[in-house]
């Protein structure tokens, strides 16, 4: 399908600390931070697979179990088989967390107003303590997302928005095949709505374009208004959602 490439940049620069693959299944373990990090990827076609649909749930279901995660399927329109999604839920599969994906060609953006800004190639220990700080990260999470976040192995920039010397906002961009992502986009709760996300967001997009990036995408959470309407100023369009699927009873 024509945005399932998006969904492969999305698994490369956001990765897991661990990645098993199971015909056709990328299997990703993270410790359990962040569910994107901490599911199971149906994408690859296993229509030939001489495994039973149902016990290769249970081996999953197993493994997760193992690794006290909780059994979480990503649900994209390019999953294989077409039908899991109704299979997981018969089977009790919780559906949540809607997100819409959404690109933007980055050849009309408009220049940011504000540059006290930071891009930084490399992850660092402040950046990071500001985006913990910022989205109230678990201090148990702290070494696990540094782990991530170090094993990019494409372009990325750490970016950090200035007020009074204090940092406001902060945010990621990768880039990989003209595209930049944007990922861990946070504003302080006390400078929101007034611009400050926006004018983060326009300086990455800014580097992304020096760096070779001619589009963009990102995924929202479908029910949060704020970013949606950010994002719908800048340009962003949905281009197709996805959503995940949770086991409801832990292991008995």
């Known amino acids: 399908m024509k945005y399932q490439f998006i969904e492969e ?28 990090a901490n599911s199971i990827n149906p994408i690859h076609d296993s229509t030939h697979s001489t495994i039973d649909l149902n016990l290769k749930i249970q081996h999953c279901e197993q493994l997760y179990f193992d690794n006290n995660l909780r059994p979480t399927y990503k649900i994209t329109p ?53 985006f913990c700080r910022l989205n109230h990260i678990d201090d148990k999470y ?25 940092v406001v906002a902060c945010g990621l961009g990768v880039i ?15 400078y929101r709505n007034q611009g400050f996300g926006e004018q983060m967001i326009l300086n ?8 070779g990036a001619r589009y963009s995408y990102l995924a929202v959470v479908a029910n949060n208004e704020p970013a949606l ?16 699927r949770v086991k409801d009873s832990v292991q008995g």
């Not at 819409?100 to 107003?113: F, M």
């Not at 070494?143 to 970016?159: A, Q, V, W």
């Not at 340009?235 to 197709?240: C, S």
């Open 78 to 130: 390019f999953v294989q088989p077409p039908h899991i999604d109704e299979v997981l839920e018969e089977q009790g599969y919780s559906l949540i967390d809607t997100t819409s994906v959404q690109t933007l060609n980055l050849e009309t953006i408009n220049e940011p107003q504000l540059h006290a800004v930071h891009i930084d190639e490399h992850v660092n220990a402040e950046w990071l303590a500001d």
């Open 9 to 36: 940049l999305s698994l490369n620069n956001w990765p897991p600390l661990s990645t098993l693959l199971y015909d056709g299944w990328i299997l990703r373990f993270a410790d359990g931070y962040t569910k994107r």
């Open 176 to 190: 990989e095949r003209e595209y930049i992502g944007l990922y861990d986009v946070v504003t302080d709760t006390s």
């Open 142 to 166: 702290k070494r696990t997302m540094e782990r991530m976040l170090s094993n990019i192995h494409t372009k990325k920039g750490f970016i950090s928005l200035y007020r009074e010397g204090q």
């Open 204 to 211: 990455l997009l800014k580097w992304g374009k020096e760096n």
């Open 229 to 244: 309407r950010l994002y719908s100023k800048l340009g962003y369009a949905e281009v197709y959602k996805y959503w995940y």
